[in-house]
């Protein structure tokens, strides 16, 4: 799979939609006999961030196994991309899920949009900074006076100009490592669990990391549902991330084939080199359990403590008004299976 940085056009096309299927049984009796026996499944539709890949493990884990099925689903992921617009997609009732970042999410949820973020994906959100090995930079505030090329975007950016009382000019992304891999002073935004892969593939030495968690912007990968929807279907959302958890502990601590099998099905410029090495980076890092965890109990887990910090930082920034949402506009744990 090309990373975030890599995405082509056609990869967003409605072609790549990902529909899990069993294959038939032909010894089973036929599907008009079933019919009147066999209960309707509840259509789910998630739409993906980006385009298939181990970020999206859990959920190509559990709709290879079946899981989903299982729960009464018929489930649909559909790949994103650059310009997924996934909240306006959930908003708008164009998927009733959706894959996403949560301090962005809070912003769109003040504007009156439908959403409610319903479990994590990550724990800790993987964007990072990426800079050479030999770079001098070694902290935030390095950055002062630097150019960098990220999503413009990105809150983060404004929690540290704020932070560190500093400013920094903005490349917007070009989609590419290239420049990083020819410009050793050069810095830029990234998944670390992906774009490493490419830069050594593209002859350059593994790049360092500034992790944002560590300046104090620790947000989560997460799952938003449509705020409505969820009301109206709290048994089929519980089905769902029961059978979502229960695939991300199954890749992470199982055999990752279904999901990898799926996900080169999905997208055939996957790589069995690029999805084992995205896989080991996740495992390693612990990014579904938390880095601080000792089990796998964690998986999908959202914390109201760490929201009500998001909700500061938002309000710190100016970009909402201070008390105009409540941590349980915004988020709940209502519909996660309770704790092992």
């Not at 935030?140 to 540290?160: N, Q, S, T, V, Y």
């Not at 410009?183 to 992790?211: M, S, V």
Request: hydrophobic share 45%; aromatic share 10%.
């Amino acid at each position: 799979m090309i990373p975030r940085l890599f995405a082509l056009a056609p990869l967003l096309a409605a072609s790549l939609v990902f529909v899990g299927c069993g294959r038939p049984d032909a010894s089973a009796p036929s599907a008009a006999s079933n019919s009147a026996a066999a209960p309707a499944l509840t259509p789910i539709i998630v739409q993906l961030d980006w385009v298939p890949e181990p970020e999206h493990g859990g959920l190509f884990q559990a709709q290879a196994r079946g899981w989903f099925r299982e729960a009464g689903l018929d489930v649909t992921l559909v790949p994103g991309g650059p310009n997924a617009l996934v909240n306006q997609r959930v908003a708008t009732g164009q998927a009733q899920i959706g894959q996403g970042e949560s301090v962005t999410t809070l912003l769109d949820t003040h504007k009156g949009l439908p959403l409610l973020q319903v479990a994590a994906v990550f724990q800790n959100d993987p964007s990072v900074f990426l800079l050479h090995a030999d770079n001098p930079i070694r902290d935030f505030k390095d950055l002062a006076g630097r150019k960098i090329m990220a999503r413009p975007g990105w809150i983060f950016l404004d929690f540290l100009r704020q932070k560190y009382a500093m400013d920094f000019t903005i490349i917007p992304f070009n989609f590419s490592v290239s420049n990083f891999i020819a410009d050793k002073e050069f810095i830029q935004q990234g998944y670390y669990i992906a774009e490493p892969f490419f830069i050594t593939q593209g002859g350059a030495p593994a790049p360092r990391y500034l992790y944002a968690w560590d300046a104090g912007y620790d947000s989560y990968a997460v799952l938003i549902a449509n705020s409505e929807w969820a009301k109206k279907n709290p048994a089929a959302l519980r089905g769902f991330l029961a059978a979502y958890i229960r695939g991300w502990r199954d890749y992470i601590e199982g055999d990752p084939t279904p999901a990898h099998e799926a996900m080169k099905l999905a997208n055939p410029k996957n790589t069995d080199a690029f999805l084992t090495f995205s896989r080991k980076m996740i495992v390693d890092e612990k990014l579904v359990v938390g880095r601080d965890a000792t089990d796998s109990t964690r998986i999908g887990r959202l914390d109201p403590a760490r929201y009500a910090t998001q909700l500061k930082i938002v309000e710190d920034l100016k970009l909402i008004p201070a008390g105009a949402l409540k941590v349980s506009d915004v988020m709940t744990t209502d519909y996660l299976p309770a704790s092992p």
